[in-house]
Each structure stands twice: as C-alpha cells, then as structure tokens.
C-alpha cells in the first residue's frame, strides 16, 4: 500500500473517529444531531419549557415582620390576601421563614450555556419565572428589602414598614401605596423603579443609568444622586417646605420654577422648612415638582 494511500485512511479513520465520539456525547446529553444543528442554525437556543411544576408555598406563621426578597430573571406580583402564600410556575431556589423574616430567593438568569467544557455552542433559554405572593392587609414591616436584577416586581397594595432598601440592576420595580417611617434607600442602576407613597425620615436616592420616579410625601433629610440617569419626583407641598443644595455637573436640576445646569452650585435655605434635599446631578436630570394633589402618572 501506498504511503499516501495510508496516510488518507489514517486521517479518515481518525475523522470517523471523532464524529463518533462527538455523536456519543451530544446522545448521552440528550441532544441528537439533528437537533444539535437545528439548536446552532436557531441562534444557538433551545426553548425551555414553561408552566411545569408548579410551586406552592404557604405559611402560618403570624410574626412575619420583615421581608427579603432576591430576584434574577422573575416576574414577581405582590396581591392581599389572608396570609403569605407564595406560587409559582415552577421550583424557585429557596424561600424559607428564618425567626421573623421572609426570605425569597430566585436568580435564575434569562439563558444557560451547556456543553463539553461548557462550551458556548449550545444555550439554553430561559423563560421568566412567573410567580405571585399574598401579603395580609395588617402587616406592619420593620424592613422590606427588595434586590431586583433583571426580574420585574410589582405590588399594587399597601406595603407598609418602618425601614427599606431597593436595588433594582436591569430590571423594573413598582410599588403603590408604599409607605416608609423612617429610613429609605435605594439604588437603581440601569433598570426602572416607580414609587408612590409617603417617604419619611432619612432617604438615600441613587440613580444610575436608569430611571427613578417617586410620586408622594416626601419628607426628611433626603440626599439624592443621578449619575447618567432620570430622576422625577413630585411631592406635595410647596417650595418653603423644603431647604436644599445641588451641585451639577453636565446635567441639569429642576426644582419647582428653578433649574440649576452647566456645572453650578447652588445652596438655599429657610428657616421655616423641616425638609432637605442634598442633590448632586452628573450628566443625568433630576426634577422636583411641588403639587397640591396628585394626578396619575405613568413612568
């Protein structure tokens, strides 16, 4: 037999070879061929399913009096009800009541990559979780604190507590009816967060790249930062209520009738006003309106 002859069987056995053991491997993940080229020809997903094993989750537990909740790809609606009743579309990662707090955790992310050293060939994508919890009309929380990634959280019910963080990544939080006695903080980075409620004591307002509004009694000491972002709020009083400080970048400042822009400073004081804003603006907007009852507004 030929050298060359040889050398052409050699890298041919060698490729029959190699097909096989990549066919072995695709089998033994459950993948056939056929769908291995369907999954790259389809941008490389593969759909999972959706509306199986649902999830159920329920408690008697009456002293319930601080909430947490972690959210990766979740759509989250907080609804009344009798007592906290947690449901979804499918097993989340935990939730679990440890002494007086609710812990619901779910960061699951919107696709998954899987493969021969987790090779970026194949993905899976990920639909997002559908889930609801119930929340009695008379709970009075001592802390709420809500940390949003890429998940959509809504509530459209009194929520009442005397402490609360939000964080909101990529994701949207809405909240109606939101109440906070003394301390409030939160940070939104790219996503979108809406608040309407009554916001008293200390309040920490950071806005990333995203969007902020807050529509409602704001009152206190608030200290409130905008980087590339939007930030709106309407309060209802008048300008006398409230003493404040900006400082602006490339942005600009709009409070009632005054707006402050192109890297000014700006302090104003009254003697007769408990409020204060501390305002610092990057190249982002913040708006402060002043009103005497609210309208409906839709972020």
């Known amino acids: 037999m030929k050298k060359s002859t040889k050398i052409i069987l050699t890298v041919g056995i060698s490729l029959l070879i190699i097909g096989f053991l990549m066919s072995l491997v695709a089998f033994l993940m459950g993948i056939t061929p056929f769908y291995i080229w369907k999954s790259v020809?389809?941008?490389?997903?593969?759909?999972?399913?959706?509306?199986?094993?649902?999830?159920?989750?329920?408690?008697?537990e009456q002293n319930i009096r601080n909430l947490h909740i972690e959210l990766g790809q979740t759509e989250l609606h907080i609804i009344p009800g009798d007592s906290f009743v947690f449901t979804a579309d499918r097993k989340i990662d935990s939730?679990?009541?440890?002494?007086?707090?609710?812990?619901?955790?779910?960061?699951?992310?919107?696709?998954?990559?899987f493969g021969l050293f987790k090779s970026y060939l194949f993905e899976k994508e990920i639909p997002p979780l559908k889930a609801t919890l119930t929340v009695p009309y008379n709970v009075?929380?001592?802390?709420?604190?809500?940390?949003?990634?890429?998940?959509?959280?809504?509530s459209k019910m009194p929520l009442k507590c005397k402490r609360s963080t939000i964080n909101v990544g990529l994701g949207s939080c809405s909240l109606e009816d939101f109440s906070v006695t003394d301390y409030f903080e939160t940070e939104c980075d790219m996503g979108s967060l809406t608040i309407q409620g009554t916001i008293d004591?200390?309040?920490?307002?950071?806005?990333?790249?995203?969007?902020l509004f807050i529509q409602g009694n704001l009152k206190g000491n608030s200290k409130i930062q905008c980087g590339m972002g939007t930030v709106e709020l309407i309060t209802q009083g008048n300008p006398d209520d409230y003493n404040y400080k900006t400082?602006?970048?490339?942005?600009?400042?709009?409070?009632?009738?005054k707006t402050f822009e192109?890297?000014?400073?700006?302090?104003?004081?009254?003697?007769?006003?408990?409020n204060y804003f501390d305002i610092d603006c990057g190249m982002g907007a913040i708006t402060i309106s002043f009103v005497d009852t609210f309208q409906e507004h839709t972020l």
């Not at 939730?95 to 990559?113: F, M, N, R, Y």
């Not at 400073?265 to 408990?274: I, Q, T, V, W, Y």
Request: negative net charge; glycine residues 12%; charged residues 25%.
């Open 247 to 257: 400082k602006v970048g490339m942005g600009s400042v709009q409070i009632g009738d």
């Open 201 to 211: 004591g200390t309040s920490k307002i950071q806005c990333g790249m995203g969007s």
């Open 95 to 113: 939730i679990a009541v440890t002494g007086d707090t609710l812990h619901i955790k779910h960061t699951e992310k919107d696709s998954e990559t």
């Open 140 to 154: 009075f929380f001592e802390n709420i604190t809500l940390e949003i990634g890429m998940g959509e959280f809504e």
């Open 262 to 274: 192109g890297l000014s400073n700006k302090e104003r004081f009254s003697s007769a006003a408990k």
């Open 41 to 60: 020809r389809d941008r490389n997903t593969v759909v999972y399913p959706s509306g199986e094993n649902n999830f159920i989750w329920s408690s008697t």
